[in-house]
């Protein structure tokens, strides 16, 4: 049986705090709790639960450090126990694996401590994702070119908190993305992978040889959904 909670001291915390540059506030620990669901309201089991500090972005940042760890109960549940460091990139991610969005929540806790020690994130929702794989293919023998264009849902939310307030100015949380490229006879054709949440509806739009610009709509209705545009 897989424990749900896991606690331990950072590497570079056991040698000298002062190198790290994190200072972790004595004999402090907080509490993150809450629900993680699927879009479908069903409970999500095993996603991990990280505590990060010095995360300068969600993509990973520079200098991250882990200061607590724990994963989802089997109704979804969960309860870590972290150390606590006042930075302007405090950061709790949950994730659990390629199949499901990711979810951030960060905020800047310099001069911010929550009520009780407490980080209640609530009910957090994890989406299943597809993978969309286009392959854009020329057929015709003749000269021609195509430009298109892609417009999705990233299957990525961080939600970024001032104190208690969410600040949607500087969340990004399943944001539409906008991609194009344009082929022709020496570079004809062009394969690539999107994860798209499943449900969204993918804007194919495309243009032939400069003729007026057609644009399809696509809906993810499968884990893996395979796109093939011949022209």
């Not at 010095?54 to 972290?82: C, H, I, K, M, W």
């Not at 800047?108 to 009780?116: C, E, G, Q, S, V």
């Not at 993305?177 to 022709?184: A, G, H, P, V």
């Amino acid at each position: 049986m897989k424990l749900l909670f896991k606690f331990f001291l950072i590497p570079c915390f056991l040698t000298t705090v002062l190198s790290c540059e994190v200072h972790l506030e004595d004999n402090t620990r907080i509490l993150v709790e809450g629900i993680i669901k699927d879009q479908d309201n069903m409970p999500v089991p095993d996603a991990k639960v990280s505590v990060h500090t010095r995360r300068s972005n969600f993509s990973g940042g520079e200098n991250p450090y882990l200061l607590g760890e724990g994963y989802s109960a089997s109704d979804g549940t969960f309860s870590v126990t972290s150390f606590y460091d006042k930075d302007e990139d405090f950061a709790i991610e949950i994730a659990l694996n390629e199949s499901y969005s990711t979810y951030v929540y960060k905020s800047n806790t310099l001069n911010f401590t929550p009520i009780d020690l407490t980080f209640n994130l609530e009910t957090i929702t994890l989406r299943k994702l597809a993978n969309f794989n286009y392959n854009i293919v020329k057929t015709s023998s003749a000269s021609s070119a195509i430009t298109y264009s892609f417009r999705y849902v990233e299957g990525f939310c961080l939600e970024y908190f001032e104190g208690g307030t969410l600040n949607e100015l500087q969340s990004v949380c399943y944001q539409e993305r906008f991609i194009s490229k344009t082929l022709n006879d020496d570079n004809p054709d062009y394969e690539w992978l999107l994860q798209v949440p499943i449900g969204e509806v993918v804007e194919f739009t495309y243009s032939i040889n400069d003729e007026p610009e057609i644009t399809e709509f696509i809906t993810i209705n499968e884990s893996s959904y395979d796109f093939t545009f011949n022209y």
